[in-house]
Nanobody
Framework: QVQLVESGGGLVQPGGSLRLSCAASGVFARIYTMGWYQETPGRQRELVATISSGGTTAYADSVEDRFTISMDNAKNTVYLQMSGLKPEDTAVYYC??????????????WGQGTQVTVSS
């Protein structure tokens, strides 16, 4: 069982910054990738950014020059530094992790979500 605990959401003015954190805990052999997704009412959950344990990153086009994803492998924690926030970034942000288990299987875990609201 893998647990993901997110923190760092909140209310911020347009142009402001926030940093989201997500820590993975539980029993698993390794983490392959961690990432962040956003969900707004009436839309499917969409990819924001992902990072592999080796440091390879990928971003949605809408955030590539404003958000930075990073991971502390020793702490099993992923961060999303969000800058230049816009009202359209308002969403619930979910942490995601793909992990490997000692029996050779893989599984995907999701956090509980953290609200980010960008408004003046």
């Amino acid at each position: 069982q893998v647990q993901l605990v997110e923190s760092g959401g909140g209310l911020v003015q347009p142009g402001g910054s926030l940093r989201l954190s997500c820590a993975a805990s539980g029993v698993f052999a390794r983490i392959y990738t961690m990432g962040w997704y956003q969900e707004t009412p009436g839309r499917q959950r969409e990819l924001v950014a992902t990072i592999s344990s080796g440091g390879t990153t990928a971003y949605a086009d809408s955030v590539e020059d404003r958000f930075t994803i990073s991971m502390d492998n020793a702490k099993n924690t992923v961060y999303l530094q969000m800058s230049g926030l816009k009202p359209e970034d308002t969403a619930v942000y979910y942490c995601n992790a793909e992990v490997g288990h000692y029996l050779g299987t893989r599984s995907t875990a999701w956090g509980q979500g953290t609200q980010v609201t960008v408004s003046s």
